[in-house]
């Protein structure tokens, strides 16, 4: 009895005694919608999403930090949710709704998330804050409660090397409040 | 990471006989379900995992919560630790569950992952996690790097001499107080499995984590109506505030008459190899006045059975004052 038949193939369907072992040969096409766009991509079935983005098709805003969903450096938004991309298979996301943070603003249309990390200096080195970013604007439909502690630990999963911490809080305060952003120590 | 086919399941049936193929349902399965990846792409970017098919279940039609006519509740294989740690009738009355899922993983991690997925979490042991270190659970034979090595974390209850692995979701600890029941589909059809007997202990064969077989599918979780009167807490102890694994947690769900512990449900998460439900602990409750002294003795009662190892003897003391502290605020009078 052989069911796999009844299984939609995403990738071909060889049996695992004859599985390729080497890299590449075993590609899946893949058609992704990524920020209102689609693409079509032939990838390895072992390409995560955050890959696909940032070695593919050049969204270099998600950042590889522990590339193991410690970090948060790869937060983009799935279906509105936000997800670590570098614990997806993008061949596993057809049909989603996928957001990066090149979705959420551009240099000359920030997003309001955008303007209160530039207004409170929410950084230093810059590498986790577009996930620190992508993480805030999810957050803001959250049920997150009011209190700074709400924020910090609805943002735990964000890890900010620098420790620009304090600052981070207070852009996502500012935003939540609709207040001027204000610049803490 | 190994190379893998990717297969989408379109029903159960086809998602059961696909996995039925692999030789096991436990560690080094050539077949494995894949849901939210939390644990199994990080386990295969280590080679810890080396499946070689996967089958997406994401798309089945498993990720509903809804209350069962007994007043209990029923929860998709597939359903987001997210979705059910805020669901209004998982706050209101099964608070324990909630809020043991909120207190693990992050935002992000807690959207992906699933309550099938989190049932099947494997450990944080660092010898576990690196291939290069000798582990019976991950291969079998090889020795226990844990014992007598970086065993700060890990478990004093319910090990053996062939592995000292914690169980590392906070989620489990809340269902085995809640006595939830875990419905599987296999090639044999339909059982359901009370959650103290789905986690097996490690024994010799620390490669078996659960009572599963291949091909067997969990296509749903339900938890028994509340008890009337009770209330329930999750309290966990870690070395960060968030975003941590627990090194003592407690999950209890008492109910108290006329100052009297009525019914008490018990199990410690952090401590052991499986999620551990204390019957010893609920003994030493039932029936008697809810006061600290009674607490502390249902505390020692619970890790009477400890066995700490060179790094980890903190924990005995840690989980006892955790399961007292759990049980002083889950009874006191607002």
Redesign the interface.
Known sequence: ?D??S?????????E?AT?????GN?S?HVKLKINGKDYALDI???V?LLDALRERLQLTGSKKGC???QC?AC?VHING????SC???A??HEGDEITTLEGIGQPENLHPVQSAFVACDAYQCGYCTPGQIM?AV??LK??CGPEDADV???M???ICRCGAYPNIVAAIQSVRQNAKPQRTG | ?K????????DSA?AI??AA?ASTAQQGA??RF?G???TL??LM?LNVEQP?????I?RLPLDKIEALPDGGLTIGAVVRN?DLA?HPLVCKNYAVLSEAILSG?????R??ATTAGNLLQRTRCMYFRATDMPCNKREPGTGCAAIGGANRSLAILGTSEHCIATNPSDMNVAMAALEATIHVRGTKGERSIPIADFHVLPGNTPQRETVLEPGDLITHVTLPPPAPGSRSLYLKLRDR???EFALASAAVVVTVANGKVTRARIALGGVGTKPWRSTEAEGELTGQSATEVVFRKAAEAALRGAKPQSENGFKVELAKRCLVHALKLATQTA
């Open positions: 009895m069911n796999e009844d299984l939609e193939p995403v990738v071909s369907a060889a695992p599985a390729p072992t080497t890299v075993d899946v390895d079935p072992r995560t590339d193991h969903g948060g937060t949710r936000r997800v670590n614990l997806c298979f061949a596993m993480s999810a957050l959250e049920p910090k630990e609805f735990s999963g964000n | 990471m190379t893998f086919a990717l297969t989408r399941a379109s086809q006989a696909s193929k050539e077949i894949i939210g990846g939390t792409i990080d970017k070689q098919r996967l089958v997406d994401n997210s805020y993983a992050s935002a992000q991690l959207n992906m505030a968030s975003y």
